[in-house]
């Protein structure tokens, strides 16, 4: 009996160290709800058949992902274009800085009505909302622009930083700066609104059926791309590659362009390996 006892504890102990040897490995990433959040749940299963578990970390407020991803709370972010990292690395220490390892998609930006609903309705002493975070300020304002609502510095770009102080003429406008989030709130208390294209998918609108003027294609799927983000050492780590290799498909370009909530709102950057 003993002997048999004692073979039994054997095999369950065998058996439980051949499960814990065949775990996945949990990827945890810091996502917007949408579409970030979205398009890794749609890869969470390919994720897993490559030996990696992705727990997906909903963030709204997008100045603490990556002070967490830098910190090591999370593998990854993937809410963020380029000129937004760009503006998080140069106010950061040299050890907590972050690379743009995966590109994925664009988010054309949009001027989106509040209590009026034609920019032809525009007059001195409206407001408009922008985002107050450095690169997507100066992307609303470029926004505004381009609708020949305002004008800026000659030579202004993505680059610029800017935010209402460097506006040239403001044509008796008011530019309402607050946080990226914020902005859906206030549409009953200002005239138009500059809105992240996530944050309107979230709000219920779409950039389709309710943006009043938007980028240009070229401006937003050029500049604006946005990317999985980590630190230097994780962007070339084997899940990092395992999930490129799960983003970068035509089954995930697919359900991007076919996702019905996301009207035209979210536009897939990648190239399909010729493989695919």
Known sequence: MK??????????CLASATTCALANEKIIIAASTTPHAIILEFVKEDMAALGYDI?????????????????????ANYFQ???FLNDYNANAPEDEQLVAAIGVHCEP??????????????????????????????RALLLLQDAGLIKLPEGANADSGLTKEDI?????IEIYE????????VLEDVAFAVINGNYVLDAGMTVKD????????GVTGQVYINYVVCTPENAEAPWMK???QVLCTEKVQKFILENEGFAGGVIPTFTVPAAE
């Open 109 to 138: 930006y949009g001027i989106y009505p509040g209590t009026k609903k034609d920019l032809s309705e525009i007059a001195a002493g409206d407001k408009i909302a922008v985002t107050n975070d450095p690169s997507n300020e100066t």
């Open 242 to 244: 395992a999930l490129e």
């Open 168 to 172: 040239v003429e403001t044509n008796g």
């Open 55 to 75: 727990e997906i970390l909903e963030v709204t407020d997008y100045f603490i992902a990556n002070p967490s991803t830098a910190a090591g709370d999370v593998h």
């Open 210 to 217: 309710d943006a009043l003027f938007t980028e240009a294609e």
């Open 3 to 12: 002997k048999l006892l004692a073979l039994v504890l054997a095999l369950v």
């Open 178 to 185: 607050l946080n990226a989030e914020m902005i859906p709130s």
């Open 81 to 83: 274009h380029i000129p």
